[in-house]
């Protein structure tokens, strides 16, 4: 790669925040100039408000993170079992993989927090429960496509060497899974990160439960939800060169046969 | 006996079903005209033209829908531009924009998977840039572009869920409408045997279509 092309596949890389900044400029001008509502776009300028949405987005990070840690240590046993169980056994799992990636999110998560006992668990952990069932399953695939991209020869090769079938799986097979499956697991958290939303709907209040008390008090629905949406944005489209630019590096590794929940996963981030 | 309220409320729940698929399918028309436009643009636009398709995809990709949803119900309502109050037309315009922006991504992957040669070939016979796209690279494209259109239609599906917190009467919605009148969360579990019957469907179709691709290829 010469240093031009660097350059500019890193101009075009910035292109999202370009957008953004020049979104935020079209409103600040129109606001200046009159034409959108002073009123309804000021709160934005206080402090106060920011602080406000900062809290929100603080729940939403928190629900994001929990999430994704239990969802990655719940995946390897459920990749394992759907790899290396014998029939019936197997068929539970892969049953209810496939169920859960086939369930809306939504009412995963409406279903959770309604069948819950309240007194024993919140909805705030009945919403995250939903989220880490569901997200548990989709990594799970993701990162049984990534044992299966490991050369068999591999496996035989640490089984030969004497290793047992726990360790050749922990020293040899599942680092390089987990690192092919990286960007596919970074697309995957910005998926995540989008759904935290849903869980506003189920009465937990997070960075879309803040936008409708910011907008319920000052009466500016479109304004607020513009703002949250530019703020769910810059997160998501951080995460997403952060997944482009593994992809890249892992492009440079020599090239192996990728299974296609793996392939341009940077590219195609699951809607 | 299990069952019973769900069968009481049969056609709370048919209704909602056909609303659930009447608001995937048109959405996945309208996204798909949408990713057909904004992956050619994307590919062989302008400079500006290409920012912009390119600003399109990631904004709405990279957002919840959720927060669309809410967005456009507020603009598209009659005290703002004064389209439309229907929580259903409000809801197709949200999803088709939403699934539209991960359309384009499919078919753009799939249009750059075609050989230069071929298009180069086509404008060499005398075809004009639009003929070449829309009879030699477009046919093509949606070939390869079959698996994770399809991916995306499924998604669209279980998303079109979220359209009930605007108030679309789909079935997520009906579901809980029935549960919160019965006080059961019976309707619930008929409510996930209904997506479960489209997802896994279309996962069926387009299983049995991606082999048959494969073999026309």
Redesign the interface.
Known sequence: MTAVTRARSAAAGL??YL??AALIAIVLVLVATGVLSERRWGPFGDVRVWRFILEGLLVTLQIGAVALIASLILAVPLALARLALPGPLRWIVVTWI??VR??????LI??LT??MPRDLVSSLWAATIALTIYTSAVLAEILRAGILSIPRGEVDAARSLGLSYAKTMRLVVLPQAFSRMMPALVSQL?TLV?????V??AAVSEL?GY?RSIHSFYGN??ET??V??CI??AI??TL?RVARRLELRRAKEPPVALP?ELE?AA????? | MFGQITFDNLEYFVQGYLTTILLSVGAMAAAFVIGSVAASVRVWGGRVPK?LA??YV??F????????L??FA??LAPN?LGITADPFVVALFGLSI??GA?AT??IR?GILAIDPGQVEAARSLGLSQLATIRLVVLPQALRTVV??LG??A?????????A??IGTREL?FM??LV?NRTFS?EP?IG??LG??SL??TL?FVLGRLERRLAFAR
């Open positions: 292109g999202g957008g953004l496939e169920l086939a369930t809306p999110v939504l009412a409406l279903f309604l069948y910005i989008k759904d935290t939303s849903l506003s709907i879309a936008a629905p479109a939800y513009f949250i949406a769910y944005f998501n489209y997403s296609p341009t590219l195609q981030s699951p809607p | 920012s390119g600003f990631e904004f990709r990279n957002t919840p829908l959720l927060i669309q809410f967005f507020v603009v703002n939403y699934t991960f991504e499919a992957s698996p994770p991916n995306v499924s998604a669209l599906i279980r998303n079109s869920s979220v009930s917190a997520l579901g809980l549960a969360l619930l409510v996930l997506y479960w997802t896994l996962a």
